[in-house]
Nanobody, 114 residues
């Protein structure tokens, strides 16, 4: 079955960096666009970044543009989210998703705090 396993979250100071990973299995990873989302208890799930099936096209939410970079390694069935210049408002649980597949992992928590 479809599995998505996010990792790489943690506690980081404002201005710091983290690299999130999402290991995918149970589907043909190279055929699917992938997205990162984030959610806090106070807000609905928010789309963060998108990458096309080939990796040739990416898009970002305005709130993270210029600070976050999404990438994928098709050989490893993994999608990444490089997060730089982190702000307290980036604090959330981050999830990855394959477009069209109703499957979610457990998420990885990011806390940006001094």
């Amino acid at each position: 079955q479809v599995q998505l396993v996010e990792s790489g979250g943690g506690l980081v100071q404002p201005g710091g960096s983290l690299r999130l990973s999402c290991a995918a299995s149970g589907f043909t990873f190279s055929r699917y666009t992938m997205r990162w989302y984030r959610q806090t208890p106070e807000k609905e799930r928010e789309w963060v970044a998108y990458i096309s099936s080939t990796g040739g096209s990416t898009m970002y939410a305005d709130s993270v543009k210029g600070r976050f970079t999404i990438s994928r390694d098709i050989a490893k069935n993994t999608v990444y989210l490089e997060m730089n210049s982190l702000k307290p408002e980036d604090t959330a649980t981050y999830y990855c998703n394959a477009a069209g597949l109703n499957a979610w992992g457990q998420g990885t928590q990011v806390i940006v705090s001094s």
